[in-house]
């Protein structure tokens, strides 16, 4: 059964490095999302994109995240500055259509700053 | 913002004991979804329930969506240790691009 890949599994960097978190969503889906869940805390969106672009952002993604699908497999979440506060599991959900479709999540990767 | 509310917030009951999980908003969703969670790990989809009064069965769990689409339950019918997780309803506001609300969840403990 097709699912979402991310990779890594855990990032631990020092405050005000860039990191990459990468993913790899299921191949026919057109719609990716990225998410985190702090500790104890609820999941929380981030951004959707469709169509090589940013369809809906929240308000915890501000200019040190970034998006790209640099290939037509992968998708990225690059956080420019890391901060204290951005250590959090990550995750990466995919759709295939519009509308009603279920979003499948990827396993998360855990982001750790120092 | 569409609030999701999930009570109980912690459940620890008996092998063998039912037990039901409310997901509340004072929103409308076009559709419900619920997962499982389990430590470390992502969500995984149980079920997607789309239309009001809708009830959807999968073995021992039963989902329903309310009339109005502004609550969901969950409920398991003879709770097994395997049953053991974190419970999230996510509530799809309705948009065509998709952005999922989250309710904290419910951690269920099933003892033997």
């Known amino acids: 059964e097709p699912e979402v890949t991310q990779t890594p599994s855990h990032q631990v960097t020092q405050m005000g490095q860039e990191v990459i978190l990468r993913c790899v969503p299921i191949?026919?889906?057109?719609?990716f999302y990225w998410y985190r869940q702090i500790l104890g805390q609820k999941v929380e969106f981030l951004v959707s994109?469709?169509?090589?672009?940013?369809?809906?952002k929240s308000e915890i993604f501000d200019d040190q995240f970034s998006v790209e699908r640099p290939d037509g497999s992968n998708f990225t979440l690059k956080i420019r500055s890391t901060k204290l506060e951005d250590s959090a599991m990550y995750f990466c959900?995919?759709?295939?259509?519009?509308?009603?479709?279920?979003?499948?999540f990827g396993p998360g990767t855990r982001l750790t700053v120092l | 913002t569409q609030l999701l509310e999930q009570s109980p917030q912690f459940l620890s009951i008996q092998e063998g004991e039912n037990l039901t999980v409310y997901c509340n908003s004072s929103?409308?969703?076009?559709?419900l979804q619920w997962y499982r969670q389990e430590p470390g790990e992502g969500p995984v989809l149980l079920v997607t329930?789309?239309?009001?009064?809708e009830v959807k069965k999968l073995k021992r769990l039963t989902f329903q969506f309310g009339d109005a689409r502004k609550d969901s339950s969950l409920h398991i019918t003879a709770a097994q240790p395997g049953d053991t997780g974190l419970y999230l309803c996510?509530?799809?506001?309705?948009?065509?691009?998709?952005?999922?609300?989250f309710g904290r969840g419910t951690q269920l403990t099933v003892w033997p």
């Open positions: 959900a995919s759709r295939r259509l519009a509308g009603r479709d279920t979003q499948y």
């Open positions: 191949s026919n889906h057109l719609y």
């Open positions: 994109f469709y169509n090589n672009e940013i369809s809906e």
């Open positions: 929103s409308v969703f076009s559709s």
């Open positions: 329930v789309v239309t009001g009064g």
């Open positions: 996510a509530g799809d506001g309705g948009s065509t691009l998709g952005r999922l609300y």
